[in-house]
């Protein structure tokens, strides 16, 4: 465990955004995550677990507490029969660093999230999703730690409560700290059946069908980088949190009011399913919109930038502008992906 000297979250996060910390500590392993957070919890002090900072929102004013970086590595695989393995990851192994290795050892159920930025441990929290696919399919377990109970344990898959971009560590956020997750995947040089259009015709497959493993990630990889979604220090569309605001998910009565053409997919649950990019730009905030230091990105209208020297109040601004304009045109309330610390939309 190592304490570094307080530096500004901005240093910390993609969105290059945020104030001081009080204090920064990184933890090497899960013993010395569940030690640091208990030995500030039994003192009252705030705690903020971080691990890229690439889904964080953090006020100008900074975080008065301790900051704990998540650096715990490691990652086990277990036999599961002849055709699946349980790959056990520690928290802070980097998330598409993993994704590249399951690909290039054949083991198929997170291909299409190649180029999501971030911690493995954070994946879970999110309920991390792109192109159809989501880590909730392939999750076994995974190991926290309970700040209430003071101990740690392993919830199973099903236990985790997850949802469109949603856990329910997200709906309780700080109650668990996560530790580790196991993932089930499946021995194979295919993918798994293309759920998402657009991916399949950049592939030139119908929707269902299986693709080789490295094509999948490939293809992924242009098209997040194409729309700004790929972290690329030289590039400020890139200077963001990814997706800012989530899809909408309307009842069958409120998607009946969008347009003829606004996008609808309907879900299993008998809600409908639309497109926020959709919706912002018939609402008038083209790529690229705004005049300050904090826009709209100039390749995908979702992701909210910071071009050099904007602050977070500004980025916050220019999210609640997009949101009221979204309301007031559609009647649809965006709701923002992030985390947001110290601030709110």
């Not at 994704?99 to 929290?125: K, M």
């Given at each position: 465990m190592a304490d570094r000297p307080a530096v500004s979250l901005a240093e910390l996060t993609t969105l290059r955004l945020g104030g001081r910390a009080g204090r920064v500590v990184e933890a090497a392993d899960a013993d010395e995550l569940v030690e640091t957070v208990l030995g500030c919890d039994l003192v009252g002090e705030p705690v903020l677990v971080l691990g890229s900072g690439s889904n964080v929102v953090v006020a100008d004013a900074?975080?008065?507490?301790?900051?704990?970086?998540?650096?715990?590595?490691?990652?086990?695989?277990?036999?599961?029969?002849?055709?699946?393995?349980?790959?056990s990851l520690e928290a802070g192994e980097d998330w598409d660093a993993f994704v590249a290795e399951a690909v290039d050892d054949g083991l198929a159920g997170v291909e299409v999230l190649s180029g999501i930025p971030g911690r493995c441990g954070a994946a879970p929290i999110q309920n991390v999703g792109a192109y159809g696919q989501e880590i909730a399919t392939s999750t076994v377990s995974?190991?926290?730690?309970?700040?209430?109970?003071?101990?740690?344990?392993?919830l199973t898959g099903a236990e985790c409560g997850f949802g469109y971009r949603t856990s329910c560590f997200k709906r309780q956020p700080g109650h668990h700290v996560v530790l580790g997750v196991t993932l089930s995947l499946r021995r194979s040089g295919e993918s798994d059946p293309l759920g998402y259009p657009e991916l399949a015709r950049r592939l030139g497959v119908p929707v269902g069908a299986r693709v080789p493993l490295a094509l999948a990630r490939s293809v992924v990889l242009d098209l997040r980088r194409a729309k700004g979604m790929l972290l690329d220090p030289g590039d400020r569309d890139t200077w963001s949190a990814g997706?800012?605001?989530?899809?909408?998910?309307l009842t069958p009565a409120a998607a009946a009011r969008l347009p003829p053409d606004a996008p609808r997919w309907p879900q299993p649950d008998g809600t409908v399913k639309t497109s926020a990019?959709?919706?912002?730009?018939?609402a008038g905030f083209g790529r690229g919109y705004g005049t300050?230091?904090?826009r709209l990105s100039s390749k995908h209208p979702l992701a909210l930038t910071n071009r050099g020297g904007a602050s977070t109040a500004q980025l916050l601004e220019l999210g609640r502008q997009v949101r009221a304009g979204v309301r007031e045109r559609f009647g649809v309330e965006l709701v923002n992906e992030p985390v947001t610390v110290g601030c709110s939309l």
């Amino acid at each position: 465990m190592a304490d570094r000297p307080a530096v500004s979250l901005a240093e910390l996060t993609t969105l290059r955004l945020g104030g001081r910390a009080g204090r920064v500590v990184e933890a090497a392993d899960a013993d010395e995550l569940v030690e640091t957070v208990l030995g500030c919890d039994l003192v009252g002090e705030p705690v903020l677990v971080l691990g890229s900072g690439s889904n964080v929102v953090v006020a100008d004013a900074g975080f008065p507490g301790t900051v704990v970086l998540v650096r715990s590595r490691g990652r086990t695989v277990e036999e599961d029969g002849p055709q699946r393995v349980w790959v056990s990851l520690e928290a802070g192994e980097d998330w598409d660093a993993f994704v590249a290795e399951a690909v290039d050892d054949g083991l198929a159920g997170v291909e299409v999230l190649s180029g999501i930025p971030g911690r493995c441990g954070a994946a879970p929290i999110q309920n991390v999703g792109a192109y159809g696919q989501e880590i909730a399919t392939s999750t076994v377990s995974v190991r926290v730690y309970d700040r209430t109970a003071r101990r740690t344990r392993t919830l199973t898959g099903a236990e985790c409560g997850f949802g469109y971009r949603t856990s329910c560590f997200k709906r309780q956020p700080g109650h668990h700290v996560v530790l580790g997750v196991t993932l089930s995947l499946r021995r194979s040089g295919e993918s798994d059946p293309l759920g998402y259009p657009e991916l399949a015709r950049r592939l030139g497959v119908p929707v269902g069908a299986r693709v080789p493993l490295a094509l999948a990630r490939s293809v992924v990889l242009d098209l997040r980088r194409a729309k700004g979604m790929l972290l690329d220090p030289g590039d400020r569309d890139t200077w963001s949190a990814g997706s800012f605001f989530t899809n909408p998910v309307l009842t069958p009565a409120a998607a009946a009011r969008l347009p003829p053409d606004a996008p609808r997919w309907p879900q299993p649950d008998g809600t409908v399913k639309t497109s926020a990019a959709w919706l912002i730009e018939r609402a008038g905030f083209g790529r690229g919109y705004g005049t300050g230091p904090a826009r709209l990105s100039s390749k995908h209208p979702l992701a909210l930038t910071n071009r050099g020297g904007a602050s977070t109040a500004q980025l916050l601004e220019l999210g609640r502008q997009v949101r009221a304009g979204v309301r007031e045109r559609f009647g649809v309330e965006l709701v923002n992906e992030p985390v947001t610390v110290g601030c709110s939309l």
